[in-house]
């Protein structure tokens, strides 16, 4: 297990120090994994998570079609039509992302808004770094708002036999919807804060930019429609998100290349796939998935719980930030399935309700992965959307929003659910 946890922490510290390789980084650690047996052959396809790199590739192809009709200039012009400044578009950008993924995966959200933000940036002339940061950690704070935001909230609530409505209310209490809502206003100032310094005064269009084709949106907005609905239907296959947006894709290709008729209205949808971001993450679905084979996930998960002894607050203390730390580099989909059942049987031991518990590891874990850059997939995605445009990002760069925003969310959200559940 040791080489286990060296071989991790030593990769993670590579990506961190060297942006500009992490996908060689991440592939290169996982080859050593599988080649050292640290990760058996029998477990690669089940370590890997389908269904996100389905999601990915199937929307990175559908929004270059929504690129390619001009809509995400015409959402932009209007936009800038409804804000007075820079600061405030930054701002109006994020919330709207979080809005989306309240309901829609994260990963998909960011590739939804962030053609949007780049659109607003090029009329802007003006960085377009911080503006998707802010898209991504927006959409990752909202995951954790409603059952369907995100796989760590389905997770719970499938595991705690949670509803729907239990995350608006729980127990006649305000649930973890409020409390994320609450994260998210705080969040926001603290956004504004940050680009405090973008005063500049946006001039709307005089003319808004015209749409080509209406098509790419339809399929994009079915896209969105077809994942809430996905997210109700019990025992679905776990590939079921990635399957619709791969197939609306697919539909989108067909439609452009009959719109078109030419090869190049399909290769370059294509060639528009982030083959980069999603190197990364199969490299770090492959780590994570031999360190858990190795006993890592679950040495820490134990440790975690030993350190909080008999004293309830100080046991939801060390899990609502002790998942945060480590959330912040692992993902938390692992994680969150290893600490639930541990969570319960501590409850059991302490005789208390688990609620707070629940609540306090699902805020940690899912917020946590706003940190760095590499900690959740929308931030690796939207890296990898800047680094198309040529615009690479460093670990401060992301960092300096990423840290001070997962404060803000975290802080209340631990006051609260404390006083709430406890």
Same mark, same amino acid.
């Given at each position: 297990?040791?080489?286990?946890?060296?071989?991790?922490?030593?990769?993670?510290?590579l990506?961190?120090?060297?942006?500009?390789?992490r996908?060689?980084?991440a @592939?290169?650690?996982?080859?050593?994994?599988?080649a050292?047996?640290?990760?058996?052959?029998? +477990?690669?396809?089940?370590?890997?998570?389908?269904?996100?790199?389905f999601? *990915?590739?199937g929307?990175?192809?559908?929004? +270059?079609?929504? *690129?390619?009709?001009?809509?995400?200039?015409r959402?932009?012009?209007i936009?800038?039509?409804?804000?007075?400044?820079? +600061?405030?578009? $930054?701002?109006?950008?994020?919330?709207?992302?979080g809005?989306?993924?309240?309901? #829609?995966?994260? #990963?998909a959200?960011?590739?939804m808004?962030? =053609?949007?933000g780049?659109a607003i940036? /090029?009329?802007?002339?003006?960085n377009p770094?911080?503006?998707i940061i802010?898209?991504?950690?927006s959409?990752n704070l +909202?995951?954790a708002?409603?059952?369907?935001?995100?796989?760590?909230?389905?997770?719970?609530?499938?595991?705690?036999?949670?509803?729907?409505?239990?995350?608006?209310?729980?127990?006649?209490?305000?649930?973890?919807?409020?409390?994320?809502?609450?994260?998210a206003?705080f969040?926001?100032?603290?956004?504004?804060w940050?680009?405090?310094?973008e005063k500049?005064?946006?001039? =709307?269009?005089?003319?808004r930019?015209?749409?080509?084709?209406?098509m790419? !949106?339809?399929?994009?907005?079915?896209?969105? #429609?077809?994942?809430?609905?996905?997210?109700?239907?019990?025992?679905k296959?776990?590939?079921?998100?990635?399957v619709?947006?791969?197939? @609306?894709m697919?539909?989108g290709?067909?439609?452009?290349?009959?719109?078109?008729?030419?090869?190049? !209205?399909?290769?370059?949808?294509?060639?528009?796939?982030?083959?980069?971001t999603?190197?990364?993450?199969?490299?770090?679905f492959?780590?994570?998935?031999?360190?858990?084979?190795?006993?890592?996930?679950?040495a820490?998960a134990?440790?975690?719980? /030993?350190?909080g002894?008999?004293n309830?607050?100080?046991?939801?203390?060390?899990?609502?930030?002790?998942?945060?730390?480590?959330?912040?580099?692992?993902?938390?989909?692992?994680?969150? $399935?290893?600490?639930l059942?541990?969570?319960?049987?501590?409850?059991s031991?302490?005789?208390? !309700?688990?609620?707070?518990?629940?609540?306090?590891?699902?805020?940690? $874990?899912?917020?946590?992965?706003?940190?760095t850059?590499?900690?959740?997939?929308?931030?690796?995605?939207?890296?990898?959307?800047?680094?198309?445009?040529?615009?690479?990002?460093?670990?401060g760069?992301f960092?300096?929003?990423?840290?001070?925003?997962?404060l803000?969310? #975290?802080?209340?959200?631990?006051?609260?659910l404390?006083?709430?559940f406890?």
């Open positions: 297990m040791i080489y286990a946890l060296i071989l991790f922490a030593l990769t993670y510290v990506m961190l120090m060297f942006s500009k390789y996908p060689i980084i @592939l290169g650690s996982a080859a050593v994994f599988i050292t047996g640290m990760l058996p052959l029998n +477990q690669i396809f089940d370590a890997i998570d389908f269904n996100v790199l999601m *990915i590739a929307t990175m192809g559908l929004v +270059q079609l929504f *690129i390619d009709s001009h809509m995400p200039a959402l932009a012009d936009v800038m039509e409804h804000v007075h400044s820079v +600061q405030m578009a $930054a701002v109006a950008l994020a919330l709207f992302a809005v989306i993924s309240a309901f #829609v995966d994260n #990963v959200t960011v590739l808004v962030a =053609p949007v780049l940036c /090029r009329k802007l002339k003006t770094v911080p503006f802010g898209i991504a950690v959409s +909202q995951g708002a409603t059952l369907v935001g995100d796989t760590t909230a389905i997770m719970l609530g499938s595991y705690a036999k949670m509803s729907f409505m239990d995350f608006f209310f729980y127990n006649g209490r305000p649930g973890m919807f409020f409390v994320v809502e609450a994260g206003v969040a926001a100032l603290i956004l504004a940050i680009f405090r310094k500049e005064r946006i001039e =709307p269009a005089s003319v930019t015209e749409v080509t084709d209406y790419p !949106s339809i399929l994009l907005t079915g896209t969105v #429609v077809l994942l809430i609905i996905a997210s109700f239907i019990p025992e296959p776990d590939i079921t998100n990635g619709i947006c791969m197939i @609306l697919i539909v290709l067909i439609y452009n290349l009959i719109k078109n008729r030419s090869l190049e !209205s399909v290769t370059g949808p294509l060639w528009a796939i982030d083959f980069e999603i190197g990364i993450l199969v490299g770090l492959l780590i994570i998935g031999g360190i858990n084979n190795m006993g890592v996930i679950d820490a134990a440790q975690l719980a /030993r350190l002894g008999g309830v607050f100080v046991l939801y203390t060390i899990l609502v930030w002790g998942s945060v730390v480590i959330s912040a580099f692992i993902d938390n989909i692992p994680y969150t $399935a290893t600490m059942p541990v969570v319960t049987g501590l409850a031991t302490l005789g208390i !309700s688990p609620t707070v518990l629940y609540f306090g590891l699902l805020s940690g $874990a899912t917020l946590g992965g706003n940190c850059p590499i900690g959740a997939s929308a931030n690796i995605t939207g890296i990898g959307i800047l680094r198309r445009e040529g615009y690479e990002v460093s670990t760069d960092t300096k929003i990423g840290i001070p925003f997962t803000a969310a #975290v802080i209340p959200a631990y006051i609260y404390w006083i709430a406890a």
